[in-house]
């Protein structure tokens, strides 16, 4: 990886896959069967600058550039997705829209506390009847006494329990269709008080918090199981305008934008898993017996890990590649979507195909492969479903060929 690595990042990977084998592998099974939010392991993360990485030094983050935060998420998820998640949405979905879309005044107000970790943040776009139809957005947001009062509903939010600031989309004005969607930011208290508070989180300013803002009841989730998802819920909430993020009216546009964004998070993300099932499959396969001789001396074993070896490595250059071209500020639509597809969907086959070569032992939770499978599938669903990547790419592909989408 040399095109895209200089030292600064060797030993970021070193820095963080030490980090994850230390304080959150041993940990890992237990928070996944008991579908327990990691607070001690986040404040930890946080303490290293991890929920801030990409974010400028002079609004409280570490000041990275993106391919350093991709490692990261990607050295995070090697071990444990939950994690990798946790600071995915965060800083990718929670803090870079109002990084990128907000006024100075929004900044400053909002981004050094999400960038220190001292409090979660989230995004909140699906809807129960606007998922892979996003612009089909059903929240209204009316102007009202010098502000918008919210109502609507959005699902499977990460964070909407432990987090407390999110950027929302809502229609404001419905004859506009996609054009006539702006975005909010919105406050709430942590649905875990306690907890937070022990972990030296939860810390933002009770005037922030908007009544009408609450989470619902948390999802029970196949995978990402140690992570928070919830209904985010909009009753009459009155945001005032300088809540607004962004111009009226570009909330969808500068979200996609965001998406983007965060496809290239979870292709780094895939990657992870992909890695943490190759690795799992070539220590145990290289360990086990069977006919007098190691399982990955059989040559069927070892064709099939090399083609995964290959696979995971052709994963990883479609994504530092997209990062590469985000960091220069070029176009990288197409590139995030492939990168993303591809990614994820090598992240299931990386677990299917290692709890085969493992046999019964990779079906049981003495291994991480079974939670790997688990934590992969959702990669294909989540930040635009593998269907939705392809329309992405085709859309690029005739706009090249024909200069019209």
């Not at 196949?222 to 909330?251: I, K």
């Not at 998070?265 to 890695?275: F, K, M, V």
Request: include cysteine; aromatic fraction near 8%; charged fraction near 25%.
């Amino acid at each position: 990886m040399k095109p895209y690595f200089n030292d600064e990042h060797e030993a970021l990977i070193r820095e963080i896959r030490g980090f994850a084998a230390e304080v959150i592998a041993p940990v890992a099974t237990e928070l996944d069967r008991e579908s327990r939010f990691p607070w001690e392991n986040v404040r930890a993360m946080a303490e290293k600058g991890l929920l801030g990485f990409p974010i400028p030094k002079e609004l409280g983050g570490q000041g990275r550039d993106n391919l350093s935060y991709l490692l990261v998420v990607q050295e995070l998820a090697r071990v444990d997705a939950s994690h990798a998640i946790t600071v995915s949405a965060h800083t990718t979905l929670g803090t870079t829209p109002i990084l990128r879309f907000g006024t100075p005044e929004q900044q400053e107000r909002w981004v050094p506390q999400l960038a220190r970790g001292e409090i979660l943040g989230g995004f909140g776009l699906t809807e129960p009847g606007a998922g892979s139809d996003a612009s089909g957005s059903r929240t209204r947001a009316v102007r009202e006494n010098g502000g918008w009062r919210l109502n609507g509903s959005k699902i499977f939010i990460t964070h909407a329990g432990v987090g407390e600031v999110f950027t929302v989309t809502a229609v404001t004005d419905p004859e506009q269709g996609s054009r006539g969607i702006s975005s909010f930011v919105v406050a709430k208290p942590t649905v875990d008080p306690e907890a937070a508070a022990q972990a030296g989180m939860g810390r933002l300013d009770a005037s922030a918090y908007i009544d009408g803002v609450r989470a619902g009841k948390k999802e029970d989730k196949m995978g990402w199981r140690a992570s928070d998802t919830r209904e985010l819920l909009l009753e009459d909430a009155l945001v005032p305008d300088a809540n607004r993020l962004g111009d009226e009216g570009q909330g969808f546009r500068n979200f996609m934008k965001t998406l983007d964004s965060g496809r290239i998070g979870i292709a780094a993300l895939s990657i992870g898993l992909a890695e943490g099932a190759l690795e799992a499959a070539v220590e145990y396969t290289n360990r086990r017996t069977q006919y007098g001789k190691k399982i990955f001396d059989f040559q069927p074993v070892q064709f099939r890990l090399a083609d995964l070896a290959t696979e995971v490595q052709a994963a990883k250059h479609l994504t530092y590649h997209a990062a590469w071209l985000m960091e220069k500020g070029r176009p990288f639509s197409k590139e995030a979507a492939m990168a993303k597809l591809f990614a994820s969907e090598l992240s299931v086959k990386a677990a299917l195909e290692a709890i085969q070569v493992m046999g019964g032992a990779g079906y049981t939770d003495r291994y991480p492969v079974e939670r790997i499978l688990r934590d992969a599938k959702v990669c294909e669903i989540g930040e635009g479903t593998s269907e939705i990547q392809k329309i992405v790419i085709g859309r690029h592909l005739v706009n090249e060929a024909f200069g019209t989408a």
